[in-house]
């Protein structure tokens, strides 16, 4: 019986392990190693150089540039996406006028709201963002018509090419796309949360704004901050990459200056079009600590007395 | 759509409630006969504020999406004369010519084929490692799961440069099999958190049941346990399937052959070439055609797609 037991376990555990060594564990070893190597990714030799590659990173301009923009990026897009989604999801479920004297309740429509504001979400990041390059184009893009149409002729930016406002088009974009992933979530939340908590402040005289912020916000607060570092490994990671890449193709990959690059960016260029596979791990291991230095951080930041109910 | 109590879309014309004094009769009023103990001006203009605020969200999340599709059907003419006009006739072979001419029919295949074989990849190996790791203790055990959910936290990026070397060496670099290998191995960290947690929740007595009359470990997890595990399968399912489905950065590094292109990567490479040919109106039915189907897809299942979705992030 013990024999067939081990036997059992080996046999289901070795397709998914060996899978998940060779192309997830190993590459990311690996990744670590080479950082401390002068390996091209285009010859076989390399030779072990200790710091050198990290001692480059400081001196390094555009790493510094592109450090700046993920870190406004880990920052400012969590923030605003999460505060919008905050108040959609209590406006869909608490915000709605008394009615068959139920003492809160959404506001009307609120599960058409909820489909709508989901859809982005199911669409591909490629997708969204060739869609908004095409809206932001300066001479013929849709914002910039509707703006004409409204009588702002004087106001026609060149949204992507210019370095004042590239990296602010491209957070909106990723705000966009994902406010209703995180309306349906604190909805979902927010459901759960009993009624008579509202009942009883609604009796005391509590405001709508008081009970968001007295009963919402602490019994959601494990959910908006699972949220906020979900959130932030995508703007910090792949869907920051994607955005960039496609909506911002200068010359170097970033925008105009450099004003766009992000750090997963800069890490895709230094590999596959200079050829410094090392350096561009380099960058990696940074991207890795600005990771887990943002998780920490919204961690240590929310730790509260955890509420029952 | 399969909502209760969902009046029809709000008009954008309905924004400005202010003047409203109440909602639409109240048909009944309710058991206590309560009829809004408190009508004070706060709530009436933050009423109209939050209904404001919901209704120019909806419409910007829904305009960019109808305007991709209005501009679908115009000529490229039109796309850059008058961007906000309806198209003056409906160019229906737009659409013919991006699904033939610019490949889009070879990269939706190649996306099904990819989605296919890596979705069911994902769902077996995922189950089985989840099941053994929820199920049995064995020396190791707890260090598996976390070497396994470890990898929700690191950036893919990091590995991605490595990876193409250790795809290369292996002979999988550009081919779909080596693509569907690389999905599956980046979509293992979630679905086993996911249901290894959902594999605890399940009874244990009808696994020993059927032990005890004899079937295998391995009969026991096919014809028993996995038929229980149904619900927590879909969620974590269409959680994969909409992430494989959308998947951009690692094709974009380790599948550049134009023959294997899978949807999000054609699209960009279409948008690219298409500044020299200036095929925009073609660009746009190609775009508008990889949109519909997941959208058309999440409307049906939208119950299921969002529970799925959300399942992960609420414990």
């Not at chain 1, 607060?221 to 959130?231: E, H, K, L, N, R």
């Not at chain 2, 990898?151 to 070397?165: H, Q, R, T």
Request: hydrophobic share 50%.
């Amino acid at each position: 019986m013990h024999h067939g037991k081990y036997r059992f376990i080996a046999g289901f555990l070795a397709g998914p392990l060996a899978l998940y060594t060779v192309f997830v564990i190993w590459p990311f070893l690996q990744a670590v190693y080479y950082s401390f190597t002068d390996w091209t990714g285009l010859s076989p030799d390399f030779a072990f150089t200790g710091l050198r590659n990290y001692e480059r990173l400081l001196d390094d301009e555009v790493f510094w540039k592109s450090f700046q923009h993920s870190v406004l990026l880990v920052v400012l897009v969590p923030l605003v996406t999460i505060a919008l989604a905050l108040f959609f999801a209590f406006m869909l479920n608490v915000g709605g006028r008394r009615r068959r004297g139920a003492a809160v309740t959404g506001v009307r429509g609120s599960a058409f709201y909820k489909i709508v504001y989901f859809f982005p979400q199911v669409l591909s990041i490629a997708i969204v963002a060739l869609l908004f390059q095409f809206a932001y184009n300066p001479g013929n893009g849709a914002i910039n018509a509707g703006l004409r149409a409204v009588g702002l002729d004087s106001v026609q930016p060149d949204w992507l090419g210019d370095p004042d406002y590239a990296l602010w088009s491209v957070m909106a974009v990723l705000v966009w796309c994902t406010v209703g992933f995180f309306v349906v979530l604190f909805s979902a939340g927010m459901s759960s949360i009993p009624l008579d908590f509202y009942e009883a402040a609604l009796l005391d005289g509590a405001s709508r704004v008081t009970t968001f912020f007295r009963i919402t916000l602490p019994l959601l607060w494990d959910t908006v901050q699972s949220g906020w570092i979900y959130m932030g490994i995508l703007a910090l990671g792949a869907e920051a990459f994607a955005v960039v890449q496609i909506m911002t193709v200068g010359a170097n990959g970033g925008g105009p200056d450099y004003s766009t690059t992000v750090l997963p960016l800069y890490v895709y260029v230094k590999a596959f079009r200079d050829g410094q596979a090392a350096y561009a791990t380099t960058i990696g291991v940074a991207l890795l600590v600005v990771t887990l230095a943002f998780a920490a951080v919204v961690m240590r930041l929310g730790r509260r007395e955890r509420l029952e109910y | 759509m399969e909502t209760t109590d969902t009046p029809p879309p709000p008009a954008p014309d309905a924004v400005p409630r202010h003047g409203v004094p109440e909602e639409p009769p109240v048909r009944k009023t309710g058991p206590g006969g309560r009829r809004r103990p408190r009508r004070s001006g706060e709530g009436r203009t933050l009423n109209a504020f939050s209904h404001g605020m919901l209704v120019l969200w909806a419409f910007m999340v829904v305009m960019p999406l109808l305007w991709a599709v209005m501009t679908s059907f115009k000529t490229d003419r039109e796309i850059f004369t008058a961007p906000w006009s309806l198209p003056a006739s409906p160019q229906f072979e737009n659409w013919a010519r991006a699904w033939g001419q610019a490949h889009m029919s070879d990269y939706f295949l190649n996306t099904v084929l990819v989605v296919g074989g890596s979705l069911t990849g994902t769902m077996l190996l995922g189950s089985m490692a989840a099941y053994v790791l929820a199920r049995f203790e064995f020396p190791g055990n707890r260090f598996l799961y976390f070497l396994f959910i470890g990898g929700m936290s690191f950036p893919v990026i990091l590995a991605l440069v490595p990876l193409f070397y250790v795809l290369n060496n292996l002979a999988l670099l550009n081919t779909l099999h080596g693509l569907i290998l690389t999905y599956i191995a980046y979509s293992l960290p979630f679905t086993v958190f996911f249901l290894t947690a959902f594999f605890r929740t399940l009874p244990t007595t009808v696994a020993e049941a059927a032990l005890i009359d004899g079937a295998s470990h391995a009969r026991t997890f096919f014809q028993v346990m996995l038929p229980m595990a149904r619900p927590g399968l879909i969620s974590v399912g269409i959680f994969n399937f909409l992430g494989q489905w959308n998947q951009y950065m690692l094709p974009t590094v380790l599948n550049t052959d134009p023959e294997r292109k899978v949807l999000s990567q054609g699209l960009v490479q279409l948008a690219v070439s298409q500044g020299y040919k200036g095929d925009w109106s073609g660009l746009f039915a190609g775009l508008v055609m990889a949109m519909l189907p997941v959208l058309a897809a999440y409307i049906v299942f939208q119950r299921q797609v969002v529970a799925g979705l959300t399942a992960g992030a609420l414990k």
